[in-house]
C-alpha cells in the first residue's frame, strides 16, 4: 500500500510538469469560453512563489537615446521590486515599495524618491506598485475578475475589455488559450494621444511557473514613441535575495 501511494504521488507531480510544458505550447487552439471563466484561469496563473532573482538584456529606445544595458531584477511578491542597470559600470539602481519609488543614477549622480510619477511619465500611463509587479509576471494590469468584461476570439487568443471602460482610457487583454497568462495588454488613451502596448512574446516554465521570457513595451504620447524590450537571460525563484538600498552622499535630487 505505501508503495502505491508513492507512485501515486509520482504520477500526480509527473502529469502536472506535463501539463505546464503543454500549457507554454503555442499550437493550443482556443475554444469557447465565458469571460468569467477565462479571467478566473488567468488570475489563478498568477506568480505563486516568494521571490524571483532574475537578470535582462534591455534594449531601450525613445528617439533620442538608443541603448542595450543588463538589468537584475530582484522581487519579493507584493513587496519590494528592486533594479539595477548595467553597462560597465552601474546606470541605475531603483527601490520600488507599494508606496515609494527610489532611484538613483551613478552616472549623472541624480536621485528621485517619491510617488509612482517618475514611472507614470516613462510608460505614459498611471500604475501603482501591484500593476508594475503584474507587468513583469504576465499579468493584466487592470482587474479583470471583479470587473465584467466583453471576450472575443482574436488571433488565437481570449481578448478580455471591461464592459464599461474607463472614463479616461480603453483596456484590452490578450490572454494565451493555454496557460492562461498574457499574450498582450494595451491601455489607450485617445483624448491625450497615449497608448501603452505590453506584449509577452514568449514563456518558459521554470520551478513550475510559467515565466515571460520576452517582453516589449511600447509606449507612444503623440509624436514620442519608446520601446523597451525585455529579454530574460537567466532567473531563480525562492532564493535568498537581498534588498538593501541606499542613496549616496552628494547626489542632487530630480524632477519627475
Known sequence: MRYLK???????????????????????????????????????ANFNKKTIAAKFKVNFNDGITKQ??????????DEVIW????KFINVFKAKITPDKVRFYSPIEKKYFEGDFSMLEKLL???I????????????????????????ALEKNAYVLSPKTQA????AFF??????????????????????LD????????????????QINIKVKQENKLTIIDFILKSIELNTKINTSFTIPNGYKRMNP
Do not use: W
Open 68 to 77: 542595450s544595458i543588463s538589468v537584475y531584477l530582484r522581487m519579493k511578491k
Open 124 to 126: 505614459g500611463t498611471k
Open 128 to 151: 501603482n506598485f501591484q500593476q508594475l509587479q503584474n507587468l513583469f509576471l504576465g499579468q493584466a494590469i487592470l482587474d479583470v475578475k471583479n470587473k465584467k468584461q466583453n471576450i
Open 198 to 213: 505590453i506584449k509577452y512574446a514568449s514563456y518558459k516554465l521554470v520551478d513550475d511557473e510559467i515565466i515571460p521570457q
Open 174 to 195: 490578450a490572454i494565451h488559450p493555454g496557460h492562461f497568462k498574457l499574450n498582450q495588454q494595451s491601455i489607450i488613451n485617445t483624448l491625450k494621444k497615449q497608448r
Open 6 to 44: 508513492y507512485l501515486f504521488v509520482f504520477i500526480l507531480v509527473f502529469t502536472a510538469c506535463k501539463t505546464k510544458k503543454y500549457a507554454i505550447d503555442n499550437t493550443i487552439i482556443a475554444k469557447e469560453m465565458s469571460s468569467k471563466k477565462v479571467a478566473r484561469k488567468h488570475v489563478s
Open 167 to 170: 472614463t479616461l482610457f480603453d
Open 83 to 86: 533594479l539595477k542597470g548595467t
